[in-house]
């Protein structure tokens, strides 16, 4: 009889259980004391049946071993299935206009580090090509109710009177068809007013804003061309918005830098001064030289103040009550559903960005970029160049990430994020991987917390948006 | 499960799956939907050698250790693994016989 080991898994504790993240399967158990001795056995090494059997019941064994928490000779977890060729698209974002009246110096559209060649193209997306779009959309969404375009710029509001018209043709579309749609859109907040803020309310359109905290943090990056800054332009903006906007949840969208790492005061600003539901962090995406360039010791210094906004997520959720930090809830989404990817988002697959010439890139990040460029809504996707995007941005092509125990949520990283920093759209994003890491093992021991003293709070969980 | 608590969705599907699939049974029909006719492979328990619908063996209806199992002593195959003769002469010990007892062969590794 062969010997057992161990499976792969991520062991962790929270509220004082014991659990185990299944790798790659993403199920998450609760051990008990005899199944927990097993693994410990385990740990000096292999065993026969007959020596766990000394310290466990058969069936502690052949439950552990079942859920391929531990394993024999011969075991090979099964291939993560490859999405169908014609896996139907979900979400649309539409690039309305590539220009923007900010000059942000670390812009992934404009930046040093872009990746988008709108040379010889429109600036501006006209009527007929969204039209295209929209119609490209429902047609390549068959068979999925619910669908949803997302409007992206350059800056978004340079070109509402696009948005209404979209908005129309789509939500008549969808009640033709009887299908339900919703939009979302992510703007600078420069340009909103109160008739705008009047619409989107009434259509019940999400808004993102990009901003980056105090007026400090937020000027430093978040300019005009003339280098002013735009947070006074901005702030009684965004306090209507916030104040008459009330059919979405309306959430601030932070990008870090070098210069503007204060997690903590970025989020009590956004949320308590200004009122923000909820706040995302994301680090800037740039090659490494940059100045702005989060570094190594930078990076831990964030993980430390998230960690430290988690214990404050914690404390609200175990009161029941909702936290704004949105690194958590996606988180936690995640890993409440069991999400095991294989590609660490939906781009070029269930979602895919628009540029106003109407080509279609594998999402917003990538529009306007003649190498990414994956087809056109007028002819749809290019069947080979979305195969040769999927196949190598696929986790089973990234080797590093065969051993790592956080492959099910992170599946390698953004694209995009690859892309800039090592030409290669299917290369692991091998400069944070500590990171991940630490963030998913801080998010799991929440996660068990939450599930010993108050479990009921994870059903917020189970229908919140998985990446 | 008694020793495992399934926590999150995924671990509940887990379990479902475990459960729905204590035995094995051919082209096993969804819940409810019986009787069922097992097709696409043989109808009897002495298949040749075989790949399912995907090109391996992970689909196969009978576990691919039975096809083995008849090649191990039945049948004339010059190098298959186990052998009878010289290196796994007791591979078999434990399964008198084939259609009740061939869980308790084990896969071998040469």
Known sequence: MSKYRLGEFHAFEGGGRQYLYLVPSAGIFELDSPSLAVLRRLEQGEASRADLAAIADEDVIDELHQAHAIITDGFAAPPLQNPSADFPLQTMVMNLTNQCNLSCQYCYEFGEDKVATPEGKPKFMDFDTARASVDYLFTSSAGRRAIHITFFGGETLMNFPLLKQVVDYASTKAAEQARSIDFSLTTNATLLTPAIIDYLSEKSIGVTVSMDGSKESHDKFRVFANGRGSYDIIEPRVRALLKNHKTRPITARVTMTSQAMDVLGTYKHLKHDLGFHEVGFAPVTTSPNRLYSINERGLDSVLDQFRALAAEYLDHALRGEHHGFSNVSDTLAELHQGVSKSHPCGAGLGLVGVGPSGDIAPCHRFVDSDTHTLGHVSTGLDRAKQNDFLSRGHIHSKIDCSTCWARPVCAGGCHHEAYVRYGDTGHPNLHYCDWIRGWTDTCLEIYGSIAARNPGFLQHFAERKAA | ?110
Not at chain 2, 35 to 45: A, K, R
Request: proline share 8%; aromatic share 10%; with cysteine.
């Open chain 2, 1 to 110: 499960m008694k020793h495992l608590r399934a926590v999150n969705q995924k671990a509940r599907r887990i379990e479902d799956y475990l459960a729905a699939n204590d035995d094995v049974v051919g082209l096993q029909a969804p819940a409810g939907q019986r009787p069922h006719v097992p097709m696409g492979c043989s109808l009897v328990f002495s298949p040749g050698w075989e790949v399912d619908s995907a090109g391996g063996t992970a689909g196969l209806c009978q576990p691919v250790e039975r096809d083995l199992y008849d090649c191990y002593i039945t049948c004339f195959w010059p190098a298959q693994v186990p052998d009878h003769l010289n290196n796994y002469p007791d591979w078999t010990a434990k399964c008198a016989a084939a259609t009740k007892d061939w869980r308790n062969i084990d896969l071998v590794f040469p």
